[in-house]
């Protein structure tokens, strides 16, 4: 597992959650071989409403168009609707959100449907956010 810690983190902002998140991303990121990278799949939006790109398309944007971007979400964004696909995995009477860019978004949509998980939210994925949680509660009792 790769991990980094940034100090100055900006401060969450409703519609600009990229502004927080993005540089994280990008830290991590300097720390791979990105040709080994077929696709990244992020929490967050890749469009918001009225076409404004989310926290997925920055990321795409600073990675110069080189990688698809698929975003997931749990809950909807006002007025996006026009850019995402609703999904439903497993047995969750819960839809998922997806918008994607690089990538046709039904086809994205049904690779993250197909991986493994009974559950609303991939295994990898679930597995990640824990793994977020338990290093952001570490650095915080330090």
């Not at 502004?19 to 696709?39: A, G, Q, W, Y």
């Not at 679930?126 to 915080?140: A, H, M």
Request: charged share 25%; net charge neutral.
């Amino acid at each position: 597992m790769i991990t980094d810690y940034r100090e100055n983190i900006a401060p969450y902002q409703s519609g600009a959650f990229y502004l927080r998140e993005l540089p994280c991303i990008l830290s991590l990121l300097n720390k791979i071989d990105l040709h080994e990278v077929p696709t990244i799949v992020v929490d967050g939006y890749i469009y918001l409403d009225e076409g404004k790109i989310g926290l997925g398309g920055h990321l795409y944007q600073a990675l110069k168009e080189s990688i698809p971007i698929i975003g997931i979400a749990k809950k909807p964004f006002s007025d996006n609707s026009d850019y995402l696909k609703e999904v439903l995995r497993g047995k969750s009477i819960h839809t998922l959100y997806f918008t994607s860019v690089g990538i046709e978004i039904n086809f994205a949509a049904e690779c993250i449907k197909s991986m493994a998980g009974k559950h609303r939210m991939p295994t990898l994925l679930r597995f990640l956010d824990q793994q977020t949680k338990l290093f952001k509660e570490e650095l915080t009792n330090k």
